[in-house]
């Protein structure tokens, strides 16, 4: 299983920024997909999942109504589209992915429940 992610750079705050997640090895309909997010010197921080079969979705409180996960089935990639950025947003950003029990047992903010992770994509965001 493969997870790439893309699509980071440097924003001004308040700008838009989208992350792309390219999943591959395996299908997904199982499965929960995340991305994660850790700044220097700070733990990895959980941002938002998507359980891929029906596209639910549930954030951490920090990006809700700013931030959005969807996914394209046809294409096994993971989005996160990201508005209203703010300074204290700047991290390396994650893709993961773990078994969809993870929504049903709370579970998904935890990285130790994901299987896969893919490398980082860098977001910096400029006051």
């Known amino acids: 299983v493969q997870l790439q992610a893309s699509g980071g750079g440097l924003v001004q705050a308040g700008g838009s920024l989208r992350l792309s997640c390219a999943a591959s090895?395996?299908?997904?309909?199982?499965?929960?997909l995340s991305w994660f997010r850790q700044a220097p010197g700070k733990e990895r921080e959980f941002v938002g999942v998507?359980?891929?079969?029906?596209?639910?979705?549930f954030y951490a409180e920090s990006v809700k109504g700013r931030f959005t996960i969807f996914r394209d089935n046809a294409k096994n990639t993971l989005h996160l589209q990201m508005n209203t950025l703010k300074p204290e947003d700047t991290a390396v950003y994650y893709c993961a992915a773990g078994p969809r029990i993870m929504i049903v047992s709370g579970s998904y903010s935890r990285p130790g429940e994901y299987e896969y992770w893919g490398r980082g994509t860098l977001v910096t965001v400029s006051s």
């Open positions: 998507i359980r891929w079969a029906d596209g639910s979705t």
């Open positions: 090895g395996r299908t997904f309909s199982s499965y929960a």
